[in-house]
């Protein structure tokens, strides 16, 4: 398998609000920058719609070190809650039904395909690519705005 680097970041224009996104796939030599916009979003709904907008573009089943600044998404996984809500029918821990739950099941599609580890990254801090990310999704949304 290909092992391939991703990082990833959301942003919202109030919360919830204008969101963006945007990703950077790393391979080798080759790089690829990836951002979109949606003109009522969430930040949660926006970390996630780029992690899974990051592993679509994939062509084929590869092992992915995926970076994200998103408690909420690397926690979902190396903490096991996505297991737990599957087992207890899209509930979560108090019984409520799952927030994202459309985002999540996409997400766990293409983790059937790809062998993906979450590594989180403190957020607006020194790591260059989770900056770029936070400006790809920034930028998407001034571009939307701009429509």
Known sequence: MKEVTIYTDGACSG????????????????????????ASATNNRMELTAAIEAL???????????YSDSAYLVNCFRQGWMK?????????????????RDLWETLW??????EVEYIKVKG?????????????ARE????????
């Open 15 to 38: 919360n919830p609000g204008p969101g963006g996104w945007g990703a950077v796939l790393m391979f080798g030599e080759h790089r690829k920058e990836i951002s979109g916009a949606e």
């Open 56 to 66: 679509r573009r994939l062509k084929e089943p590869c092992r992915v070190k995926l």
């Open 84 to 100: 737990g809500w599957i087992r207890n029918g899209w509930r979560n821990s108090k019984g409520q039904p799952v927030e994202n």
């Open 109 to 114: 599609k293409l983790m059937q395909i790809h």
């Open 124 to 136: 607006h801090s020194d790591n260059e690519w989770n900056n770029h990310c936070d400006e790809l």
């Open 140 to 147: 998407a949304i001034a571009r939307l705005a701009r429509r």
